[in-house]
């Protein structure tokens, strides 16, 4: 596998270009992250910021794909343990504890304690209600994985963050990241000129918000369908 991507020139050009900070603001690579992820060097980008599909066991948010995976645990084990390995800073993981994977949640939590510096809660201000006197499930949770302790660029920056749910979304794609979440991050916790690598690059907001902010980034996406519409969201 790794033979045949050295030998596509496409996928070269793109990695080198957001490496390397070419002219261009960043790329998006078309494939699955855990045969990409082994071909990055050791700490060759700055921070990652990423939001792994929920494993919700229906397919009531993606048009092009099936959120179901009975191996989610170890799926999401192997992509943080790559990412340990390529991310020179923070990675940013965002999860969500639902009926059906909270224990794989607070096993990966568990599995990662030592490499855990911080848990950031994203709050949903209007979350979907839960019937009757069920508890509403109105949080998320950002991973935040390092060597280090981790620092903001401003002062008195919580460890909580509150925002809408997204209302507007495609009908292919009904999870994608609100914008105000992935720019609260990358702005507070990362550089001008820093590589972002995204390896559930999904709908493309991380890219668009580097672009904004004057980071250069990196996408990652296996769907081709969500691989186009972010290269084309991204203005790549």
């Known amino acids: 596998m790794q033979k045949s991507l050295f030998e596509n020139e496409n996928f ?9 900070k070419t002219d261009v603001s960043g790329s998006v ?8 992820l082994p071909l990055f060097a050791n700490k060759s980008v700055d921070y990652s910021f990423t939001s792994p599909p929920y494993n919700r066991k229906r397919n009531d948010k993606y048009s092009d794909f099936t959120d179901i995976n009975e191996n989610w645990l170890q799926l999401n084990i192997d ?22 994977n909270r224990q794989d949640v607070y096993k990966l939590i568990g599995h990662f304690s030592k490499n855990i510096v911080d848990i950031h809660i994203w709050e949903k ?48 794609h009904k999870a994608v990241m609100k ?20 390896c559930f690059f999904g709908y493309g907001t991380t890219g668009i918000v580097a672009k904004k ?8 996406e296996k769907e081709k369908s969500y691989y186009e519409m972010s290269v084309e969201r991204c203005g790549l």
């Open 125 to 172: 201000s209007n979350p979907m209600p839960a019937s009757g006197k069920n508890i509403t499930n109105a949080v998320e949770y950002f991973l935040v994985l390092g060597n280090e302790s981790l620092k903001s660029n401003t002062t008195y920056t919580k460890n909580i963050i509150t925002t809408s749910v997204n209302s507007n979304m495609p009908k292919e």
């Open 213 to 220: 902010l004057n980071r250069f980034f990196i996408g990652i």
């Open 79 to 100: 992509v943080i343990t790559e990412l340990l390995r390529v991310t020179k800073k923070h990675i940013f993981y965002n999860i969500q504890a639902n009926y059906y």
């Open 29 to 36: 690579l078309l494939g699955d992250c855990l045969e990409l």
């Open 12 to 20: 070269k050009l793109a990695l080198n270009s957001a490496l390397h």
């Open 179 to 198: 914008t105000d979440v992935a720019e609260h991050f990358i702005s507070k916790f990362t550089q001008e000129n820093d590589i972002i690598l995204d």
